[in-house]
């Protein structure tokens, strides 16, 4: 969960970001499975007291690292719904020079009321 530049915690009004790795040390990690996620899906947030928050996926895409530093999606203010954006890696254009991907795969979701 990030917590720069004024973002909210998950479940708040507001956007909250989460980022993970699909592959750590090549094995899969927390997030190896988000590319999977298409609109309408219900993923399930954990917090540390227990508690479970359910977001239903709204929007999936797929950004260029260059363009994920300034997404309006995942960045811009919104003060109407509580949401996150959940951010991995993107396989599908291939590895930078440097080993890292050279996209980020993004879903957007917003909390399902109880």
């Known amino acids: 969960w990030y917590t720069g530049t004024e973002r909210v915690v998950p479940g708040q009004v507001g956007t909250a970001v989460i980022a993970a790795h699909m592959i750590y ?10 590319g999977e996620v298409e609109e309408g899906d219900v ?3 954990g917090y540390a007291d227990g508690d479970v928050r359910e977001f239903g996926i709204t ?4 950004v260029s690292k260059e363009g994920l530093q300034t997404n309006a999606d995942v960045w811009g203010d919104q003060d109407d719904v509580a949401r996150i954006a959940l951010i991995t890696c993107d396989d599908s254009l291939g590895e930078r020079y440097d080993g890292h ?14």
């Open 43 to 45: 993923v399930q947030v």
């Open 101 to 114: 991907r050279k996209a980020n795969f993004v879903a957007i979701a917003e909390a399902v009321e109880d």
């Open 59 to 62: 929007d999936t895409t797929q």
């Open 25 to 34: 040390h090549d094995e899969p990690d927390v997030f190896y499975d988000l």
